[in-house]
Each structure stands twice: as structure tokens, then as C-alpha cells.
Nanobody, 121 residues
Framework: QVQLVESGGGLAQPGESLTLSCAAS????????MGWYRQSPGSQRALVAG???????MYADSVKGRFTISRDNAKNTVYLQMNSLKPEDTAVYFC???????????????WGRGTQVTVSS
């Protein structure tokens, strides 16, 4: 079973930066996209950023211009550079990998266990 291992979370002050990393425990074939969701208490998990294998990037409006997603396809690793952090960015961040599932003919998703990001002065 593939595992996604996140790192880089922690405590930051408003205006500071953090970089999240997510590495797969083994090679994943036929990746459609990789990225990050986040969930804060009382809220649903929501997309932060995703990057398709085609190169297209998607960002939540609230992070555009502040966060940057990147991928290392050779390492099945996805990164999230978070700049100008705000208290409202506080959440648990989950990485994901969506891939073409030959068994089902559709797409399936692996999820990481999450890493806490807290932005507070």
C-alpha cells in the first residue's frame, strides 16, 4: 500500500514562510495530479493547490499569489511553498495523489495523514 508522508508543517508567525513536502513511499504510475488540501476545525477539507501531470496548476483563491505548488515527478514528490502566511491559513494540510486505476478503469486517490500548520503571533 502506497503511503504519502508529509513534512514541513509547524508554527509560523504571520508574514513568514513554510514549505511542505510530500513523498510517496513507492513509485506511483499514471499520476493524474498531485497536490494539497487543508482542513481547519469545523470546516470541510478544501483544495489548496494541485498540479496536473500536464503542468496545469490550480489554486484556491485565498492562496493565489502567496502559495506555489511544485512537483518532482522522478521522485513522486509534491511541494507547497507558502509565503506571507496568515492566521487563516492555520489548518491540517493533507497531500494527495490522484492516479489512473487500471483495476477500476477510473481514478483513485492516495491521501497523506496530514501535517499541522499554525500561523500565530
Amino acid at each position: 500500500q502506497v503511503q504519502l508522508v508529509e513534512s514541513g508543517g509547524g508554527l509560523a508567525q504571520p508574514g513568514e514562510s513554510l514549505t511542505l513536502s510530500c513523498a510517496a513511499s513507492e513509485i506511483i504510475y499514471s499520476i493524474y495530479d498531485m497536490g494539497w488540501y487543508r482542513q481547519s476545525p469545523g470546516s470541510q477539507r478544501a483544495l489548496v493547490a494541485g498540479k496536473l501531470t500536464s503542468g496545469q496548476e490550480m489554486y484556491a483563491d485565498s492562496v493565489k499569489g502567496r502559495f506555489t505548488i511544485s512537483r518532482d515527478n522522478a521522485k513522486n514528490t509534491v511541494y507547497l511553498q507558502m509565503n506571507s502566511l496568515k492566521p487563516e491559513d492555520t489548518a491540517v494540510y493533507f497531500c494527495y495523489v490522484t492516479y489512473s486505476d487500471l483495476g477500476t478503469g477510473g481514478r483513485s486517490t492516495y491521501w497523506g495523514r496530514g501535517t499541522q500548520v499554525t500561523v500565530s503571533s
